[in-house]
């Protein structure tokens, strides 16, 4: 601790605050823990944002007891999931690119990219989880990825009116044609009619990409 005097005291206080200030600044980002368990010696593609993967995954507690087996419990089918649209957790997003098919991987998911402070269900807040996740089929999304990325300008996973309009005015640039802001507006409210399922005036990742039809 620190000797007497108010000097010394005041001292003490500011080299204190200082040390609040640096080890408060930045936390460490969380990242998920990847281990390949088994890759197959063929390997004709990877997994990447988009790709649909069929998969048997096992979850565990940290006590090592486990939640889930998808190839014991209810219909003990494998399931897709898109990768890269939050339809599962962030650390499976983060967790399954650049797999093979046939490839196994454990996954140590910490809280924040797994179901946070909240937990859900039989998953106690602030769980981390493992998984063991096995790639069976990787297909490619209805639609690409990339795509959405490109339209989505401000990275909010979501395309707002000006968004889809301003990507309208750029494929007509780039195939030629004059921009005609008439008829980019009547595209576009066409677009929002079809594909903006929720009618929140903003076309959602996941509604773009269960999407089959072209834009
Ligand atoms: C392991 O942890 C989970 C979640 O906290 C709990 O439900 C389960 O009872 C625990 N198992 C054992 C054997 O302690
Ligand atoms: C712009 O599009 C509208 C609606 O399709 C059309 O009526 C109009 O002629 C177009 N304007 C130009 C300059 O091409």
Redesign the pocket.
Known sequence: MCPGSMMLLLRCLCAFMLLLSVSGGKLPEAEVQIEVMHRPFLCHRKTKYGDMLLVHHEVYFENGTMLHASRNDGDKQPMWVTLGIRQVIVGWDKGLQNMCAGEKRKLIVPPELAYGKDGKGKIPPESTLTYIIEVLEIRNGPRSHESFQEMDLNDDWRLSKNEVKEYLRKEFERHGY?P?D??HE?MMEDIFEKEDKNKDGFISAREFTYKHDEL
């Open positions: 004059p005609n008439t008829l009547n």
